[in-house]
RNA sequence: GCCCCCAUCGUCUAGUGGCCAAGGAUGCCAGGUUCUCAGCCUGGAGACAGGGGUUCAAAUCCCCUUGGGGGUACCA
């Protein structure tokens, strides 16, 4: 039974990068009908806040991911926050002590630091020196009674360990370049390393799938598997994304974070294939996929070694895809608050037009990569055009004025305004004006609209109605019927 | 400095010794879609970091160099 765990940190805001870590060890789960485990790693009293969990947990959700064992679904092998598990890291560490496995260290981190960087200047490895490891009773006892503050160190064994990653292969480590490390605070809280090898030998997890930048703790969490008498999972070792500057992706790049893309209007499938798409390739090509279409093809094992930059530009290219075969419904939906926000339509839910915003939505959705780009695309239904100077010149030349009066008087010879209706209009307007192609339809456009870009002309009066377009153009008719 | 990982078009990647004068996607450029932008369709430019080996044969295996990344904490 495979048993999986994503395990961040509630420090700050969900990361693409983060993000990713999560849904990959969801989808091996998936994948083997396994376990997928959320752990909140809070042991960082200083940096974790509540507020960032319960963010967390939503963003997961809007991914679309689910566990089945959780600080908020619970499970049998809880708790899931570390902060709640204090008493079982204590409980272990006292073992290690008494089975001559770990001891107190009293070295102060000034000291610690100073020693460092003697070593790095004499060019040697920058490890402890184990220099608590064999003290005498009577330092000891001289220490006690000095009332100096302590960690609890894990004896590192000077041994070549060598481990199996599912991704890198064989990888192998010189731990006597390593030194003892601190598994207990000297406030009583756990390092990192003890924690997540107690927890991940309670949890009883199978496979360990994380970032690169995990690879060289990989040997000390497999040392204290071998003292937790614990067969050390399986490895994963996933490559790590970065920002256009090839450094690790963080807030320095931007809205990197998922509420950040889930506040623009990115929709959320999206973003989720994009990010399985960051060092994973479908067999079959097909770049654009649902989880279902890949996950009996998922392996692990064929992920990439080497990290890649995330590229706004393909995600905007899939967003898009995706933005483009939505449910209309759905992306109305969505698209309700920035329209709010930018005042086009009323505030009370019961004062909108939902048909005529579907029709809206439905004739700009080809030109926006996320939906909160509906309220520059769209605004042209919702306001009368803001003509340029050099727009006002053009509409003003005799072909312009030609064209919309003929136009006009097209109009007011109907009762509504349907596509076909628009078409015929059209083609009586080329015939009784003689004018074609661009100088035909931009005259229009640019009286409906103030802009020489945007949808299909024949969906633009049809969402307007007969009326707004009339009212529309006569604001350009220098000569009024 | 020390340790570890990595290296194919700008970017994401396919490629596991012959099917590769390297395929796809995105981005870019051009043409088409007899209104524009977008979309869509067609075409184009664009890469095996360098040097040594091994082999009849190397993008693929080995070594070196270079480059990138990560770690080196009483952070996770």
Request: glycine share 6%; proline share 4%; net charge neutral.
């Amino acid at each position: 039974m495979v048993r999986v765990r994503f395990a961040p940190s509630p420090t700050g805001l969900l990361h693409i990068g983060n993000a990713r870590m999560a849904v990959f060890n969801w989808l091996f789960a998936r994948r083997h009908k396994g376990t997928f485990i959320l752990r909140i790693e809070d042991t960082d009293v200083a940096r974790s806040e509540k507020k960032y969990m319960d963010q967390l947990i939503e963003d997961l959700h809007w991914l679309g991911l689910t566990w089945q064992e959780g600080p908020d679904t619970g499970g049998q092998y809880g708790p899931y926050l570390q902060s709640e598990r204090l008493h079982i890291y204590h409980d272990f560490c006292q073992r290690f002590l008494k089975e001559g496995l770990a001891y107190r260290c009293y070295c102060t981190p000034e000291e610690l630091e100073e020693r460092r960087q003697i070593a790095r200047l004499t060019g040697k490895p920058p490890r402890y020196d184990n220099r608590c490891r064999d003290l005498t009773d009577m330092q000891k006892k001289a220490f006690e009674t000095s009332g100096l503050s302590f960690t609890i160190r894990f004896k590192v064994p000077e041994e070549l360990l060598i481990f199996d990653d599912l991704i890198r292969g064989t990888c192998q480590f010189d731990m006597s370049l390593t030194g003892d490390f601190v598994i207990m605070r000297s406030d009583g809280t756990p390092s990192f390393h003890f924690a997540v090898a107690v927890d991940d030998t309670l949890m009883q997890i199978t496979h360990v799938i994380r970032g690169e930048d995990h690879l060289s703790n990989t040997p000390c969490h497999i040392l204290l598997f071998h003292a937790l008498n614990q067969k050390p999972p399986q490895f994963a070792h996933l490559s790590l994304t970065m920002g256009a500057d090839r450094t690790l992706l963080s807030k320095r790049h931007g809205a990197f974070s998922i509420s950040e893309y889930r506040k623009l209007g990115y929709l959320p499938e999206a973003l989720l294939n994009y990010m399985i798409l960051l060092g994973w390739a479908p067999r079959n090509k097909k770049e654009k996929f649902k989880i279902d279409d890949i996950i009996d093809t998922f392996e692990i094992g064929t992920m990439s070694k080497a990290s890649s930059v995330f590229d706004q530009q393909k995600l905007d290219w899939l967003s898009g895809q995706y933005t483009r075969e939505a449910d209309l419904e759905r992306l109305t939906n969505l698209a309700i608050p920035y329209l709010q926000a930018a005042g086009f339509i009323s505030t009370d839910e019961n004062k909108i037009d939902r048909a005529k915003l579907r029709l809206i939505v439905d004739a700009v959705r080809n030109n926006m990569s996320c939906v909160s780009q509906i309220g520059q695309e769209a605004d042209i239904f919702f306001k009368d055009a803001v003509v340029s100077e050099k727009h006002l010149e053009f509409l003003s030349s005799e072909i312009s004025q030609s064209v919309l009066l003929s136009f006009y008087g097209e109009l007011q010879k109907l009762a509504t305004l349907s596509p076909e209706m628009f078409k015929e209009a059209f083609v009586a307007v080329q015939i009784e004006t003689k004018v074609n192609g661009k100088g035909l339809y931009m005259p229009v456009r640019i009286a409906l609209t103030g802009r020489e870009h945007g949808p299909e002309l024949y969906g633009i009066t049809n969402i307007l109605g007969i009326e707004a377009c009339k009212k529309r153009i006569e604001r350009f008719l220098l000569v009024k019927k």
